[in-house]
C-alpha cells in the first residue's frame, strides 16, 4: 500500500522535475548544481530540489533526446557536465508546459469553484 | 538505442563535480569547508544509491550476475577439491568416450562422401531374387543401355583385379581397378599430377594409360614428379602412367582391399582381350557405380530404371529368363559404403551415451548430497534477499561450469590419446583417414558439456527453490537436511542409474555371448598350423603371350610349386587352391572377382530346364581337403587322371548335395556352368560341411573344382606344419625359383585370418563391454553413495536401536533391505529398457535370441551383486557404530 503511494507521489514529481529542468535550460547550457539552484532560486526557494533526484531525470531527458550535454568549465573554472535544451526538448517543453497549465486550471476550478463565476 | 554509452565513471564525476559546485557555493555564503561538504552531501541524497541506480540501468545485469555466478562457481569448486576431482573425472571421461565415438560416427555416417555432389552417387546391384542370386553384376550391353537411358549422367562398371606390377625393384602385387573411361569424370575428381582418362574414349579393349594412387607414386616410383608418360608393365602389359590420383582418395567401397586401389586401368569392356560383342546374358561387369542426372532423386531414377529392365526383359526374353525375375537396385553410393557400419555405430554412439547419462546422475547425486551440505549457505542468501531465480542460476552455472572443465579435460585426453585410440580402431571400418577431431565434433563436445551440466545441475538447482528457511536457520551450524523430498530425488537417481547400466550391460552381455558363440562355433575345419601364402600369375591381354593360358600349361608349376613347398622346413603338408579357397577371407568378402566366388551353373536333367542358380566355388588341389581336415563322406577325391584332358569332376559338400539331390545319391549327377558352350560337371565326391565361407552361416553350399582342370591367376598355397616366421620369405623364394616375376605376399595364419573376420565385431563388443563396465561401476559407486548417506543419516536411530538392544543382524537386514529396495526397482525398469534395445539389435547377434533368459538373469544377477555389496560396506559401517557415540551424535 505505502509503496505504492509513494510511487504516484514520485511520479508526480518526476514529470513536474523534467518540465522545470526543461524550463531552466531555456536561459542557455547549464550543469546539473547550477539547473538545482535555477529551480531552487525562481520558485523563490518554495520547492527544494532533492539533487540526488536531479541526475537520474537529467540522464533520462538526455536519452529521451530533449537536452544533450558535454562537459565544460564553470564560471568559477570548473568542469562540469552541461546540458542544453534541444530542439525536440523545445517541442516538449511547449507541450509540458500546456499540459500542466490545464491541468492546474482545473484543479484550480475543483479546489476554488468560487472564483469561476 | 545505439548512443555511445555513458560510463559510469563519468556520472561519478558529474556528481562529484556537483558536490564541488555546490560546496563552494555553500563555502560562498560563510559555512566553512567542511560544513559546506557536508551540507552539500546532505542536500544530494544517497549518492551511492545515485550510482548503483546509474549502474544497474546502463547494462545488462544478467551479465554481471553470469560473472558474478561464474567467480563464485569457481572459488565453490576449489574450496571442495575431492568433489571437483571426481566430477570432473566422471564428467571427462564420459564426454571424452562420447566425443571419441562421435567423431567416428561424425567421419563416416554424417560427412558426405569426398566426391563431387555426393548425393547424386549411386550404386547400381543387379539383382536375381527369383534364384535367390544377388549382387550378381551386370553384362557390357546392360551397361551401355543404363547410359543411354537419360537416367544417368555417367555409369560406370568397376572390376577389382589383383596384378603383377613389374619395372620396380620387385615383382609386386597391387591393387587394380578396371573402370569405364567416364569413371573420374563421374566421381568429380581430378588427378593431382596429369590428367584422368578421356570420358569419351569408346574404342575397343583396355585403354593403354593407367593412373596409379598417391601411395604406389610415393612407395614404387620415390614421389618421382617426372613419372607422367613413363610406363609400367601389368602382367607383361605395358600401359603408360597418365596421372596420379591425390593422397587420400579413396575408391568407394565396402572393404579396405576396395578403397585403397593403387591403379586404375580403363576399357570399354568389349573387345579382346574381351568379346568383340559381349553376350547379353554374360555379367561379367561385377559392380556398377552411377551419377544420376541433375535433379533426379533415387526415388524418380529407381522408377524410370524399373521401366527400362521391364522393357528390356520383354525385348529379350532368351536372356532374361521370367524366373530369374532380374531388377536392377539403385542404393545411395553413401549406403553402400558404410551401410554396413551404420548399425553398430550408432549402437556405440547409444552406450556411450547411456555411460555418460549414468555419469551425470552419479555427479547429480554428488551435487544433491553437497547441496544438503550448503543447505544453510542458500537458506541465508535466501533470508538476505536473494531471489529464487537467482538462486537457481547460481547453481546452473556452477554445475555447467563444472561439466565444461570436465569436457574439456575429456577432450584434452582424446587429443593426447587419439593416435593410440585409432590403432584400435578396426581397418575395415570405412573411412578411418577422414576420422578427425574436427569443429562438427567439438561443437559436439560443447554441447553435450552444456546439455550435461543442465542434466545433472537440475535436480539440486530445484531442489533449492524448495528450502524451508525457518528451518534450515534454526539447525545450528550443521549442513544437514535431509529432507524428505532430497532422499526421494536421490532415489529416483540410483534408480535411474541401475536401469540405465542394465540396459548397457544386457546388451554387453548379448553381444559378448555372439562374439563367445562365434569364437567357439565348430569350424568343420582344421586351422590349427595352417598358413596361406598368396601368388598370382600374369594375365596378359594377349592370350598368346599368356605362358599359364590354359590348366595343362599351369599344371607343372602347380606340382612345381607343391614339390617344393613339402620340401621347406617343418611343413607337413601343402595344398594349392585359388583365392577364393581361402577360408573365411575377409578381403575377398563382398568383393567379386571375374570367374572367382559366385557360379551360375544349370543341373542336367533339371525339372524347371534352363533356370540358373548360383553356389559358391572355389578350385583346389586334392591335397586341400585333407590339409583342413575335412573328411571325404562319399565317393572320392580328385586324382591325377583327372587332368585337362579328362571329363570335369567336382566334390560338393553335404548342404550342396541336400539342396539339390535330397534322397538320392548325388554321385554321378551333372550340371554345367550357364553357358551354352560350358561342359558337363560330374560329382565325383561329397564332403562335410565346413564353415569356410561365413562363419556365422551353418551349411552354405559349395562346390570345389580341380584345380589342374580349371587353372586359376590368384592362387593360395596352404601349408600345414610347425611354421617358423621365415616361412613367407622362403616360399616366395621357392616360387620365384620356378617363375621370377611371380609376386608373392601375405603369409596370414588361418588363426589370424579367422580372428581378422571377427575385427569388426570384436571392436564393438569390446567397445560395448567396456562401456557396461564404467556403467556398473558408476552405479555401484551411485548406490553406495546413497546408501552411505542413509546410513549416516540414521547413525543416531541405529545408536538407539542397538543401545535398545537390536540384534546387529537385522540393523544390516534393514540397511540391505533399503539398497535392494532400490537396485531391484531399477532393474525392473531396465529390464524393459533392455527387451526394447536388444530387439533393435537383433542383427547384431549370433546364436543367442535377443531376449536370452540367460544373459538376463546373469546381468540382472550381477548387477544385484554389485549392489548388495555396495550396500554391505555401509551397512557394517553401521554395525560399528558405538550407541554412546551415537546418541551423542545430536
Request: proline letters at 5%; a positive charge; glycine letters at 8%.
Amino acid at each position: 500500500m505505502s509503496t505504492q503511494d509513494e510511487k504516484e507521489r514520485l511520479e508526480l514529481l518526476q514529470g513536474t522535475l523534467d518540465m522545470l529542468i526543461l524550463r531552466t535550460l531555456i536561459f542557455g547550457s547549464q550543469h546539473g548544481q547550477g539547473i538545482a539552484r535555477a529551480i531552487q532560486q525562481s520558485s523563490e526557494e518554495e520547492l527544494l530540489v532533492e539533487h540526488g533526484a536531479l541526475y537520474p531525470a537529467l540522464r533520462r531527458l538526455e536519452e529521451r533526446g530533449w537536452i544533450s550535454a558535454k562537459w565544460g568549465t564553470s564560471s568559477n573554472n570548473r568542469k562540469a557536465r552541461f546540458y542544453s535544451l534541444t530542439a525536440a526538448g523545445r517541442k516538449q517543453l511547449v507541450k509540458e508546459t500546456t499540459k500542466w497549465k490545464r491541468l492546474a486550471t482545473a484543479i484550480g476550478r475543483i479546489l476554488d469553484p468560487a472564483k469561476e463565476g | 538505442m545505439f548512443r555511445r554509452k555513458r560510463k559510469a565513471s563519468d556520472f561519478s564525476s558529474e556528481i562529484e563535480a556537483h558536490l564541488q559546485l555546490e560546496s563552494e557555493l555553500l563555502r560562498e555564503q560563510g559555512l566553512t569547508e567542511e560544513e559546506a561538504r557536508a551540507t552539500a552531501r546532505r542536500s544530494f541524497g544517497n549518492v551511492m544509491h545515485s550510482e548503483e541506480h546509474f549502474y544497474e540501468s546502463t547494462r545488462w545485469l544478467g551479465w554481471d550476475h553470469f560473472w558474478q555466478d561464474l567467480r563464485y562457481g569457481l572459488r565453490v569448486l576449489r574450496k571442495a577439491p575431492g568433489f571437483t576431482a571426481i566430477a570432473v573425472l566422471t564428467i571427462a571421461l564420459g564426454i571424452g568416450a562420447t566425443t571419441a565415438i562421435f567423431s567416428v560416427v561424425d567421419a563416416t555416417l554424417l560427412h558426405p562422401l569426398p566426391y563431387g555432389q555426393p548425393e547424386q552417387l549411386v550404386t547400381l546391384c543387379d539383382d536375381l531374387p527369383g534364384i535367390g542370386a544377388h549382387d550378381v553384376g551386370m553384362s557390357q550391353p546392360e551397361w551401355q543401355d543404363l547410359q543411354r537411358s537419360g537416367i544417368f549422367e555417367h555409369v560406370s562398371p568397376a572390376q577389382f583385379d589383383e596384378n603383377n606390377l613389374t619395372g620396380s625393384s620387385r615383382p609386386a602385387r597391387v591393387r587394380i581397378l578396371i573402370v569405364a573411361p567416364n569413371y573420374f569424370a563421374l566421381l568429380g575428381v581430378k588427378p593431382q599430377l596429369g590428367r584422368a582418362f578421356d570420358p569419351e574414349d569408346h574404342s575397343p579393349g583396355l585403354v593403354l594409360e593407367v593412373l596409379i594412387s598417391d601411395g604406389l607414386w610415393k612407395r614404387a616410383f620415390g614421389a618421382d614428379p617426372n613419372i607422367l608418360d613413363k610406363s609400367v608393365r601389368l602382367d607383361t602389359d605395358l600401359y603408360r602412367i597418365v596421372g596420379v590420383m591425390p593422397a587420400g582418395f579413396d575408391a568407394p567401397g565396402r572393404t579396405p582391399e576396395e578403397r585403397n586401389i593403387e591403379v586404375w586401368a580403363a576399357t570399354s569392356f568389349y573387345g579382346a582381350p574381351m568379346p568383340d560383342q559381349p553376350p547379353r546374358n554374360r555379367r561379367s561387369l561385377p559392380t556398377a557405380i552411377g551419377r544420376l542426372k541433375p535433379g533426379l532423386t533415387i526415388a524418380a531414377a529407381q522408377s524410370r530404371l524399373d521401366a527400362l529392365v521391364a522393357s528390356l526383359q520383354k525385348e529379350f526374353p532368351g536372356d532374361y529368363p521370367r524366373q530369374s525375375a532380374w531388377t536392377v537396385r539403385l542404393l545411395p553410393l553413401k549406403e553402400s559404403v558404410v551401410g554396413n557400419v551404420r548399425q553398430s555405430l550408432i549402437l556405440l554412439l547409444g552406450a556411450v551415451g547411456l555411460v555418460l547419462l549414468i555419469g551425470c546422475v552419479n555427479v547429480a547425486n554428488l551435487l544433491l548430497a553437497r547441496g544438503s551440505a550448503r543447505g544453510r549457505e542458500m537458506a541465508i542468501r535466501r533470508a538476505l534477499g536473494a531471489a529464487h531465480t537467482r538462486l537457481t542460476r547460481q547453481l546452473l552455472t556452477e554445475s555447467v561450469l563444472l561439466s565444461l572443465i570436465g569436457g574439456t579435460a575429456g577432450l584434452l585426453v582424446l587429443f593426447c590419446t587419439k593416435g593410440f585410440l585409432l590403432r584400435h580402431v578396426p581397418e575395415s571400418l570405412p573411412r578411418l583417414n577422414d576420422i578427425s577431431i574436427s569443429w562438427g565434433v567439438l561443437f559436439f563436445a560443447l554441447g553435450a558439456s552444456l546439455v550435461a551440466g543442465v542434466v545433472f545441475g537440475l535436480a539440486p538447482a530445484l531442489h533449492a527453490r524448495r528450502l524451508d528457511l525457518n528451518h534450515m536457520l534454526k539447525q545450528e551450524g550443521r549442513g544437514t537436511t535431509g529432507s524428505g523430498e532430497q532422499t526421494r530425488t536421490r532415489r529416483i537417481l540410483v534408480i535411474t542409474e541401475f536401469a540405465l547400466s542394465l540396459v548397457l550391460m544386457i546388451a554387453a552381455g548379448l553381444l559378448l555371448r555372439s562374439f563367445w558363440d562365434l569364437l567357439n562355433v565348430r569350424l568343420g575345419f582344421n586351422a590349427q598350423n595352417v598358413m596361406a601364402v598368396r601368388t598370382r600369375l600374369p594375365d596378359p591381354n594377349d592370350p598368346k603371350a599368356d605362358l599359364y593360358g590354359s590348366p595343362a600349361q599351369e599344371a607343372p608349376f602347380l606340382r612345381e610349386v607343391l614339390r617344393r613347398g613339402r620340401t621347406l622346413p617343418g611343413v607337413e603338408e601343402v595344398a594349392l587352391g585359388d583365392t577364393a579357397s581361402i577360408p573365411l577371407d575377409e578381403s575377398l568378402r563382398n568383393l567379386k572377382l571375374i570367374s572367382e566366388g559366385q557360379f551360375l551353373f544349370t543341373l542336367e536333367g533339371d525339372i524347371q530346364n534352363d533356370q540358373p542358380s548360383v553356389v559358391e566355388r572355389s578350385s583346389v588341389t586334392p591335397e586341400y581337403f585333407h590339409l583342413l581336415g575335412i573328411p571325404l563322406l562319399r565317393g572320392r577325391l580328385f586324382n591325377d587322371l583327372d587332368n585337362d584332358k579328362a571329363p570335369q569332376v567336382t566334390v560338393v559338400n553335404e548342404a550342396f548335395a541336400r539342396a539339390y539331390w535330397p534322397n538320392e545319391n548325388p554321385l554321378g549327377k551333372r550340371f554345367k556352368r550357364n553357358r551354352a558352350e560350358a561342359p558337363w560337371i560330374t560329382v565325383v565326391g561329397v564332403i562335410a560341411n565346413a564353415r569356410t565361407q561365413s562363419l556365422a552361416q551353418d551349411g552354405v553350399p559349395q562346390i570345389y573344382l580341380d584345380l589342374y582342370q580349371t587353372g586359376g591367376k590368384r592362387l593360395a598355397i596352404f601349408l600345414r606344419g610347425q611354421l617358423a616366421a621365415a616361412i613367407p620369405d622362403q616360399v616366395r623364394e621357392q616360387v620365384q625359383s620356378v617363375d621370377p616375376t611371380l609376386p608373392v605376399s601375405g603369409g596370414q595364419t588361418l588363426k589370424e585370418t579367422v580372428s581378422a573376420s571377427l575385427a569388426e565385431r570384436r571392436f564393438s563388443m569390446e567397445m560395448i563391454a567396456l562401456f557396461a563396465l564404467t556403467a556398473l561401476l558408476l552405479a555401484g559407486l551411485g548406490i553406495y553413495g546413497v546408501i552411505s548417506y542413509m546410513v549416516s543419516e540414521r547413525t543416531h536411530e541405529i545408536g538407539i536401536r542397538i543401545a535398545l538392544g537390536a540384534e546387529r543382524r537385522s540393523v544390516v537386514r534393514m540397511v540391505l533391505r533399503q539398497g535392494l529396495g532400490l537396485a531391484i526397482a531399477g532393474a525392473a525398469v531396465g529390464l524393459i529398457g533392455a527387451l526394447i534395445v536388444s530387439q533393435l539389435m537383433a542383427g547384431l547377434l549370433y546364436g543367442v535370441r535377443p531376449t536370452d533368459p540367460m544373459t538376463f538373469a546373469g546381468v540382472t544377477g550381477l548387477l544385484l551383486g554389485v549392489a548388495v555389496l555396495a550396500c554391505y560396506l555401509p551397512a557394517r559401517r553401521a554395525l560399528r557404530v558405538d550407541p554412546l557415540v551415537a546418541l551423542r551424535h545430536e
